[in-house]
C-alpha cells in the first residue's frame, strides 16, 4: 500500500474536513497515525520498520476503530488502526482500556496497554512487565514500557487540520482525541529477550521522538 506524501496528506485532509462536516454526529471515523518500529540499543540481529504514515477513513483500505467510554470523572480510549505495508506484511497499533481524567486528561496508570505489529511480529501482547506493553503518563520504564500523553488544545481549534483532544464539543469535524505515545524495548512475548522494538517517529533520520496519533468522530460511550 502507498503512503501519503505529506502534499498527498494535505489533499486527504481536505477531503475528510468536507466529509466528516457533512454529518458532525455519527461521521465516518478518521484515523491518523505516524510512527514507526526502531531498534532498542544494544540489540544485535534488529532493523528498523518503515515509517507509517497513515490518514485515512477507517474501512477505506484500513480497519480500526476510535472508541472512548465515559465513567464518572474519567474517559477510557480504545484505539485501533489495521493496514499493511508496502511488502504486504501486517502493520497494526492498538491502545486498549487507556484510562484518563476528563478534565486534565492525564493518563491514570492501570489496565493501559499499547501492542503494535511490524512485519508480521506483535509487540506488547503478553502478559510480563517486559512483553505487556503496560502505558501510562511517565516516561518509559522496565515496568511501564510506553508513555501516552493525551494534548489538550484550545476548544478554538476545533475543526481546523490541527488534531485535538475529545472534548465532547461538535463543530468542524466533530469530536475528536489526539495523543502521543513513546514506547522502549517492547517485546514480542515468545522472544522477548531478543525480539524488542521501541515506538516512536523519527523524521529526516533524527532522533526519536513520539510517535502522534489521532481520531476524528469516535464513538462516544
Partial sequence: MNRPT???????AAALVVLASCGEDGGAQILDGVW?????????GCFPGAQVNQL??????????????REGTESVLDFLIVTEDADGDAVRFEVDRARYDSETFTVVPGDCRISFTDKGTAYGTGSSDATRGSCGPAAPSATQ??????EEVPAGEIGNNVAIPYTGTEAGFGD?????VLCE???N??????TRRNLSFSEGGGAGRAASFRGINCTEM
Fill in 6 to 12: 505529506f502534499l498527498s496528506r494535505l489533499g486527504l
Fill in 36 to 44: 514507526q518500529t526502531t531498534c532498542p540499543a544494544g540489540l544485535s
Fill in 56 to 69: 485515512a477513513i477507517a474501512g477505506d483500505g484500513v480497519a480500526g476503530f476510535c472508541q472512548v467510554r
Fill in 145 to 150: 514500557p510506553c508513555q501516552l500523553v493525551i
Fill in 176 to 180: 475528536e482525541i489526539r495523543f502521543n
Fill in 185 to 187: 524495548s517492547v517485546g
Fill in 189 to 194: 512475548p515468545n522472544n522477548p529477550t531478543t
